[in-house]
Every structure is written in structure tokens, then in C-alpha cells.
């Protein structure tokens, strides 16, 4: 699966997500920070799955209604965690956002907000 870590998931998720098969690129890498339009923008052009810890990507495509590919917010996961927890709701939930869904996972719980 094609993927954008947000600048703020631990730069290090990357390589392990790439180990377990996704195209993975990371917004920290880009200089200057481009800012929250812009990174929803190419994961929209790319036609990547954002994987973010803020909850402002759900308020642009919710509220605004800013085009996505889908969302994953991580919530309560520690840095070391946020790859593996990110490979586990990808390998259960792929079809629903690969659909377009935002889906919220914390430690326990998932909510998905289909399309």
C-alpha cells in the first residue's frame, strides 16, 4: 500500500513499514515543513494513505471537505509503536481505506468513518 507519515509519526516507522511491503514516503524529509493542506494535497496526488497522530486531517477532509485517499490517525502509541500498531490496522482495514476511510486507532480501539 502507498503511504504518507505525517512529519509528526516518528521518522523511523518508515523503514519497518517498508519491511512489511508499503511504498512509504515521509512528510519530516520535506524542507520546509509544507504544512497540513499541502501534505493532504500529495497524499491525495500520490494516492497515498495518510498516517498521521494530528487530529486536523480529519477537520480538512471532514469539515472542508478536502479531497483524501484516506486517513489513519494514531492516537496513545508510543514512537516505537506507531509502525507496528500502523502495519496491524492496515492489514485488517485496507479495504476500507483504501475506500477513503478515516479511521482512528488507540491502544484497544479502532473507529472507522466509512466514506
Known amino acids: 500500500m502507498k503511504l504518507l507519515l505525517d512529519s509528526c509519526v516518528w521518522g523511523l516507522a518508515l523503514p519497518e513499514l517498508e519491511e512489511a511491503g508499503h511504498d512509504v514516503v515521509w512528510a519530516g524529509s520535506l524542507d520546509p515543513d509544507p504544512g497540513d493542506n499541502t501534505i493532504l494535497a500529495i497524499a491525495y496526488t500520490e494516492e497515498r494513505i495518510l498516517i498521521t497522530l494530528d487530529k486536523d486531517f480529519g ?3 471532514i469539515v ?3 479531497s483524501h485517499t484516506g486517513i489513519l490517525r494514531l492516537v496513545g502509541f508510543s514512537a516505537r509503536q506507531q509502525a507496528l500498531a500502523s502495519i496491524r490496522i492496515i492489514d485488517r482495514y485496507s479495504q476500507d481505506l483504501a475506500a477513503g ?3 482512528t ?3 484497544g480501539r479502532v473507529r472507522i468513518r466509512p466514506v
Do not use: R
Open 64 to 66: 472542508q471537505g478536502k
Open 59 to 61: 477537520e480538512l477532509a
Open 105 to 107: 486507532a488507540s491502544p
Open 101 to 103: 476511510a478515516l479511521i
